[in-house]
């Protein structure tokens, strides 16, 4: 039996040293988001596609069926993350990684030589969260929670500082248990505070770096005091089974994540244009998380860890440039507005993965017209309903509000009078890639011909 993996190993175990053994039986090391390996031995692995390997990981863990639907397999390396589609051959695809890397990213070639993707067991970006809060299978709940809480803890899901607060005491009730005055202390909790809460929010270190980090205007760091007071506010149902307990807290957990309008998204690199900034007209790029979901669109600060921009599908037109002398572009329109005018604002993401982005978007536009046709109830949260909800995204401080003021986009008006003298080159293009044959809040302007390229 020869050991197959399409993670980083041992010489002698990765697919560079055991392809020539394709017709022998071969192990298949498949990743949880816990970092669990499920271990697949199977024939003629070069021929096996994903749905058949996505099978044989249900019937390992012993998931119900509705597994099918809730997850995918995913090839995932620190440069790139692709969601496998069921009639993909995960082997063909892993030996193609190089290829994928040249064409989707900016790696070295010395990155790209030394790349390979793992095989993980993950949510499909595909499945309607309101169908999570119905699923009773409790392997199924923990799953979706694991992943849910590593995107929290990897700042991958940017959350407010109570939010993440009161997912961090949901995590310290399942893996403590109830709250115990006499055990569960302060400084219990600073010991293994980045186990409940997001890293980068737990800051340790010299007060002097403290004190230049606040005076940088930084977010301060998170305390255990916070998440001690949520800890002990956990409600405890009486005479209840720890079955129905845990099921209650991975409910709750993945309820309070679905209040993030980029849980359960796609996330793709890139960068945006920095404002011009000082006297001598300072430029540059900021590194951005560019996250796609069924509901839209969110541009993260991939070192801030908060949401530059979030627009629903309902709100932008977009398209995908990549002239031949120029980066792939992932262009976002949006209605916005400069000095007290009502403008179209474009924002540029540079990005070998626009392609992709591009793609998705328009997947998931297309997947939610489907869907609404076939079912009478709404597919996505489009806009929060409750007041909860409202009061959340409206927090003038919140990770969640979009700091238009951060980003540099191109601004224009219907009469073509310019504002900053530059217009996409392809403008039109923008107007025919948006959302089609549904109630939509965004109002596209066409822009005169005449627009000088600046």
Request: charged share 25%; proline share 5%.
């Amino acid at each position: 039996v020869t050991e197959f993996c399409f993670c980083p190993c041992q010489p002698g175990s990765c697919y560079y040293y055991s392809s020539f053994l394709s017709a022998l039986a071969q192990d298949v090391l498949v990743y949880l988001v816990d970092d669990t390996v499920v271990r697949l031995t199977m024939d003629n692995l070069p021929s096996v596609t994903a749905h058949e390997l996505h099978r044989m990981v249900l019937d390992v863990l012993k998931l119900p069926e509705c597994a099918l639907e809730i997850f995918s397999l995913w090839l995932i390396s620190p440069f790139l993350e692709v969601q496998l589609k069921p009639k993909h051959q995960p082997y063909k695809i892993c030996r193609q990684w190089q290829e994928l890397l040249f064409r989707f990213t900016g790696c070295s070639v010395d990155e790209i030589m030394e790349d390979e993707p793992s095989l993980q067991f993950r949510r499909n970006i595909f499945f309607l969260r309101r169908k999570e809060l119905q699923i009773q299978d409790e392997d199924v709940l923990r799953l979706l929670y694991e992943e849910a809480k590593y995107n929290i803890l990897e700042g991958r899901y940017p959350c407010d500082q109570a939010d993440c607060d009161a997912l961090g005491a949901l995590v310290c009730r399942i893996n403590l248990g109830p709250y115990n005055p006499q055990q569960h202390t302060a400084s219990f909790l600073k010991e293994k505070l980045d186990c409940f809460l997001p890293s980068h929010l737990c800051h340790r270190g010299h007060k002097l770096f403290a004190s230049l980090r606040k005076r940088a205007g930084s977010r301060r760091p998170i305390s255990e005091q916070g998440l001690l007071r949520a800890f002990r506010e956990v409600p405890e149902a009486e005479a209840c089974e720890e079955h129905t307990t845990l099921l209650r807290l991975y409910h709750g957990y993945l309820q309070k994540c679905h209040e993030l309008p980029y849980y359960g998204c796609a996330f793709f690199f890139g960068e945006i244009d920095k404002p011009v900034q000082g006297l001598l007209h300072r430029t540059g790029r900021k590194a951005v998380t560019v996250a796609i979901s069924l509901e839209g669109v969110y541009i993260m600060d991939s070192k801030e860890k908060d949401v530059l921009l979030g627009l629903r599908f309902q709100e932008l037109s977009w398209d995908h440039t990549f002239p031949s002398e120029e980066e792939h572009i992932l262009w976002l329109e949006f209605d916005g507005e400069t000095e007290g005018r009502q403008v179209n604002k474009l924002l540029k993401v540079y990005s070998k993965q626009a392609e992709l982005m591009s793609s998705l978007i328009e997947y998931c536009i297309e997947l939610n017209a489907s869907t609404r046709a076939l079912d009478s109830e709404p597919t996505t949260a489009a806009v929060p309903t409750s007041d909860q909800q409202l009061a959340k995204i409206q927090r003038q401080s919140s990770v969640l509000c979009s700091r238009i003021q951060r980003l540099a986009t191109i601004d224009y008006v219907e009469e073509g009078k310019e504002i900053k003298r530059v217009k996409p080159r392809r403008t039109t293009s923008f107007f025919g890639r948006q959302l089609s044959n549904a109630p939509t809040s965004y109002s596209a302007v066409r822009a005169a011909e005449n627009l000088e390229q600046g």
